[in-house]
């Protein structure tokens, strides 16, 4: 069984949009009987969180902006992206990365509504494996703890390399760090934006794999979320159409009947802008191995 692309669903933005650059690392929730989709949007100058809205049937329509920059002095002044987000009895919680002008942290926002909401600041003191940037979180809440999976940046490889790092917590308040759970396996230069479902007590890791060319999504698994098992690539670029050089930045959701529904960023061919579009695709099945 294979993915079955649905084609581009939120192209970047018109004219003056935050998103008329780029619009990339979708997170989607189903509630309230609507698809929510809070993503990242660029403008060419600044990146912000954005909010998207499907209800069931209808069409994807933006909202406008969830997140934006932070204020002069704030360590998310220079731009804010890859939100995660999840519903929790008290609301909405997020997790976003921020930008200060020399790195870049992991921050949380808490919402009642999905739409307001109040940034928290930062939530974790940087490490060697993320010294140059910590993004791309995931948030996964399991019945013994909490887990944050996120992307780290050391600053090697040009800038490129990237690893995934996880931290545990008993409630999100305070955060221990495990450290690297995934590294660049052979030909790849990062392993980073990684979405982790938890399925009959096994993790399964959605994530980029980028090689010196393009970027994939690969697919590892893990019992204990530490230990992880590569199994290689789930979905590759198409050749054509809006993913046809890249697929990158899977958010994956289950359905009630075990089906996955993915979106993530495609990147067409002959783009020179890096002028990502967020596109979806389906698997009938559970395990897309």
Not at 106 to 121: E, F, I, K, N, R
Not at 132 to 151: D, I, K, N, Q, Y
Not at 204 to 233: C, N
Request: hydrophobic share 35%; aromatic share 10%; proline share 6%.
């Amino acid at each position: 069984m294979e993915w079955i692309r649905e084609g581009e669903i939120l192209p970047p933005g018109g004219s003056g949009e935050p998103d008329s650059l780029r619009a990339t690392r979708p997170w989607v929730l189903e509630a309230e009987g609507a698809l929510r989709m809070w993503y990242s949007g660029h403008d060419g100058t600044t990146w912000r969180i954005l909010e998207a809205v499907q209800p069931i049937g209808g069409e994807w329509e933006r909202l406008g902006v969830a997140i934006d920059a932070g204020f002069a002095g704030n360590s998310d002044e220079y731009g804010v992206e890859s939100p995660c987000v999840v519903s929790t009895p008290g609301g909405y919680l997020m997790v976003y990365a921020g930008f200060d002008g020399d790195a870049t942290r992991l921050h949380m926002a808490t919402s009642l509504d999905g739409q307001q909401w109040v940034p928290q600041g930062t939530i974790m003191q940087r490490g060697r494996e993320d010294a140059v940037g910590a993004s791309h979180p995931c948030l996964v809440m399991t019945g013994e703890r909490w887990w944050l999976f996120f992307s780290g940046y050391d600053g090697s490889k040009n800038g490129r390399r990237a690893v995934v790092l996880a931290a545990v917590s008993p409630s999100g308040a305070s955060w221990d760090r495990v450290g690297t759970v995934l590294e660049p396996g052979r030909g790849e230069v990062a392993a980073s934006h990684p979405c982790v479902l938890q399925i009959s007590r096994t993790f399964y890791m959605f994530y980029g794999s980028e090689d010196k060319q393009r970027v994939s999504i690969a697919l590892a698994t893990s019992a204990d979320g530490v230990t992880w098992d590569p199994r290689g690539t789930t979905l590759t670029p198409s050749a054509e159409g809006p993913d046809g050089l890249s697929v990158h930045a899977p958010c994956v959701l289950r359905g009630k009947d075990g089906s996955l529904h993915m979106w993530y960023s495609g990147l067409p061919f002959g783009d020179s802008n890096q002028a990502y579009r967020i596109c979806s695709a389906r698997f009938e099945g559970t395990q897309p191995i």
